[in-house]
T-cell receptor
Framework: GAVVSQHPSRVICKSGTSVKIECRSL??????MFWYRQFPKQSLMLMAT?????????EQGVEKDKFLINHASLTLSTLTVTSAHPEDSSFYIC??????????????FGAGTRLSVL | SQQGEEDPQALSIQEGENATMNCSYK?????LQWYRQNSGRGLVHLIL?????REKHSGRLRVTLDTSKKSSSLLITASRAADTASYFC???????????FGSGTKLNVKP
């Protein structure tokens, strides 16, 4: 099946630093990728929709200058948490959609990144 | 949640019993999907049901969809301890090309 690689799986950083998370589709081209945030024991909250070659579409309440998303190729999207603060600590998950064939509309998820800001 | 709710929030059953989880959503959809998440991990796709379908089966999984009530259910038959996980429904929102997740049901299957 389709594989999405997310890196790093865990990151601990000091307050004020920026952290970049990568999401790669390994064996398919993903025209659309999604970034989610998940708080402990809660559901996934959609942060933004990332389309290759265009600006990301952010959900209401998500600061685009805080969470920079770049989707430079059909296999890579990155999320940069800028000037991270303790309240940004969370589990971030990406997903990618293979827009072709029978798997169309199915999201394939990365394993997630646990961010801890000290 | 952004799109809908699931109930129950938590479910504890014995191995061999059936588990039923329900999902309600708010807007028109293209399809509805169910995912599973083991603690602290990414999500795994289980099954997709399109808006024009009413029922779908995959192995021990049975999904129903009632678009008039904006609800879906996931039935896991003959549960196993390995089914212990959180289960989420996700809706592919019509015309918006994005997915919203329900609040999730945490299933515990006791051996």
């Amino acid at each position: 099946g389709a594989v999405v690689s997310q890196h790093p799986s865990r990151v601990i950083c000091k307050s004020g630093t920026s952290v970049k998370i990568e999401c790669r589709s390994l064996d398919f081209q993903a025209t659309t990728m999604f970034w989610y945030r998940q708080f402990p024991k809660q559901s996934l909250m959609l942060m933004a929709t990332s389309n290759e070659g265009s600006k990301a579409t952010y959900e209401q309440g998500v600061e685009k200058d805080k969470f920079l998303i770049n989707h430079a190729s059909l296999t890579l999207s990155t999320l940069t948490v800028t000037s991270a603060h303790p309240e940004d600590s969370s589990f971030y998950i990406c997903s990618a959609v293979d827009g072709t064939g029978v798997a169309k509309n199915i999201q394939y998820f990365g394993a997630g990144t646990r961010l801890s800001v000290l | 949640s952004q799109q809908g709710e699931e109930d129950p929030q938590a479910l504890s059953i014995q191995e061999g019993e059936n588990a039923t989880m329900n999902c309600s959503y708010k807007t028109s959809i293209n399809n509805l999907q169910w995912y599973r998440q083991n603690s602290g991990r990414g999500l795994v796709h289980l099954i997709l049901i399109r808006s024009n379908e009413r029922e779908k089966h995959s192995g021990r999984l049975r999904v129903t969809l009632d678009t008039s009530k904006k609800s879906s259910s996931l039935l896991i038959t003959a549960s196993r301890a390995a089914d212990t996980a959180s289960y989420f429904c996700a809706t592919d929102v019509y015309n918006f090309n994005k997915f919203y997740f329900g609040s999730g049901t945490k299933l515990n299957v006791k051996p």
